[in-house]
C-alpha cells in the first residue's frame, strides 16, 4: 500500500514571518523528523505552499486576513530550510483547500504541517471526503495552528470526522 506524507505549508511567512508563531517555531524539528522517516522509507512526500500572488490584499482572504504572506517567489513563500527532499512533489494552492486531490491516487495517508485550524483541517476533511475509504491521519505534534486553543479545536473536528489524531501530549 502507498503511504503518503503531506506536508502542509511548512512555509518561512508560517513560522517565523509575517504570520508566524513559536508554536510553529516549536514543530519544525518534528517535521523534520517526520520527512526524513518517510523518505527512508521510500513514501511518497507532497510539499502544499499557501500562493499569493502580488493582489492578495484585494482578494476575499486579504480582506478577511489584511497580512500579506506567502507571496509566490518571495522568502516567505519558500518552505522552511532543511526540510525539503528530493522527490517530493509540489503543489501550489491559492486558497486553504486543495481541491484536486484525486490526481494523486492516494492509498494511505499522514498529515503535518501549518495551520492546524485551517489549512491541515481542510485539507484533511477534503481527502478524507474524496477518498472515504482510506485512512487519514494527522500527527499533532507535527502541526500548529493560529492558537492552542484553535489548534485542538481543529484536532477534535477531524477525530470527529474519523480523521486518526496521533502524538498528542
Not at 518534528?30 to 484585494?58: A, M, P, W
Amino acid at each position: 500500500m502507498k503511504k503518503t506524507l503531506i506536508v502542509v505549508d511548512m512555509q518561512k511567512d508560517f513560522i517565523d514571518g509575517a504570520l508566524g508563531t513559536k508554536e510553529a517555531v516549536a514543530i519544525v524539528e518534528n517535521v523534520k523528523k517526520k520527512i526524513n522517516e518517510y523518505q527512508q522509507n521510500g513514501d511518497e512526500i507532497i510539499f502544499t505552499r499557501d500562493t499569493h500572488q502580488s493582489n492578495y490584499l484585494s482578494t476575499n482572504e486579504g480582506k478577511n486576513l489584511p497580512v500579506e504572506h506567502c507571496i509566490e517567489g518571495t522568502e516567505g513563500w519558500k518552505i522552511q530550510e532543511g526540510l525539503e527532499v528530493p522527490g517530493a512533489i509540489y503543489i501550489d494552492k491559492p486558497t486553504f483547500g486543495y481541491l484536486n486531490w484525486k490526481e494523486y491516487n492516494l492509498e494511505e495517508v499522514e498529515m503535518v504541517g501549518l495551520c492546524t485550524d485551517i489549512c491541515v483541517v481542510s485539507n484533511a476533511l477534503i481527502i478524507k471526503a474524496t477518498y472515504p475509504e482510506i485512512q487519514v491521519s494527522v500527527d499533532a505534534s507535527c502541526c500548529a495552528g493560529v492558537t492552542p486553543e484553535s489548534h485542538i479545536a481543529a484536532l477534535t473536528t477531524m477525530k470527529m470526522c474519523q480523521v486518526k489524531v496521533t502524538g498528542e501530549d
